[in-house]
């Protein structure tokens, strides 16, 4: 007799599975990848045969939950494409990826150590990576907010230096503004990244410095209301637009 697989077997196996997944990381960022995997079972709230059954070994469920979460800032990152500006687009998804890596440093950590690493799903996913963060790159320096001298790897030797700063600070907001002092290094010579609207992570933090006008970086007068001043004149906020515009 043929057993018949229906849509709601399906869509139960997706949620076991996106729970496991879940579960998964959160216990290896808690205890490492020493955690058994009947540990997760539990926290996952399915049985031992349903993680086996959707991984079978260990290294399977290791390199599922690394590659959903690349998958997942690669997915930000083209949000960030269709929705901002170049420039706030690249420095944007760099601040995803630098305030997220606290969850990945245990599992980053082993697959260094391994040879058998990287592995066929995970490889694909890196590379979707890489070609995302050289277009926000390219598109971000045709727009003339990041240095034409950098390439995608200077700007990946960047970023993991700042995802280390930010995870040897205890206090994460007084990390933040570090790593965004640090990225003011990628703009031109004369602009700032640290204070203005187009440059927040997703709490909206921002870097304790004086703020300069985004064309030109003259330093601009503290108004006690209203909403702060980006430009310093009329011709700076004309170029900056007519950047923005052009192809």
Not at 7 to 29: I, T
Not at 109 to 118: G, I, K, L, T, Y
Not at 182 to 198: F, I, K, W
Request: proline letters at 5%.
């Amino acid at each position: 007799m043929t057993t018949v697989i229906g849509a709601g077997d399906r869509s139960d196996a997706r949620r076991n599975r996106a729970r496991v997944l879940a579960a998964a990381a959160e216990a290896f960022a808690e205890r490492g990848l020493d955690v058994p995997l009947g540990d997760i079972a539990r926290r996952a709230g399915v049985g031992a045969g349903t993680v086996y059954r959707h991984f079978p070994s260990k290294n399977a469920l290791v390199e599922a939950v690394m590659t959903r979460q690349l998958a997942e800032l690669v997915a930000s990152g083209e949000r960030r494409t269709a929705r901002s500006a170049p420039t706030e687009a690249f420095f944007g998804f760099l601040l995803d990826v630098i305030g997220t890596s606290n969850s990945r440093v245990t599992v980053c950590d082993v697959m260094s150590a391994d040879a058998s690493w990287p592995r066929p799903l995970l490889t694909a996913t890196v590379a979707r990576l890489h070609q995302l963060l050289a277009a926000l790159l390219g598109a971000a320096q045709r727009a003339g907010g990041v240095r034409p001298d950098l390439d995608p790897d200077d700007v990946v030797a960047i970023t993991i230096g700042c995802a280390a700063m930010l995870a040897a600070r205890h206090d994460r907001a007084a990390g933040l503004a570090l790593v965004r002092l640090t990225l003011d290094g990628l703009r031109p010579s004369g602009t700032a990244v640290t204070e203005g609207r187009s440059f927040r992570d997703s709490r909206g933090l921002r870097a304790a410095v004086l703020p300069v006008c985004e064309d030109c970086g003259a330093a601009l007068t503290v108004r006690p209301t209203g909403r702060p001043a980006r430009y310093c004149g009329a011709a700076c906020r004309q170029r900056a637009r007519r950047r923005r515009l052009a192809p």
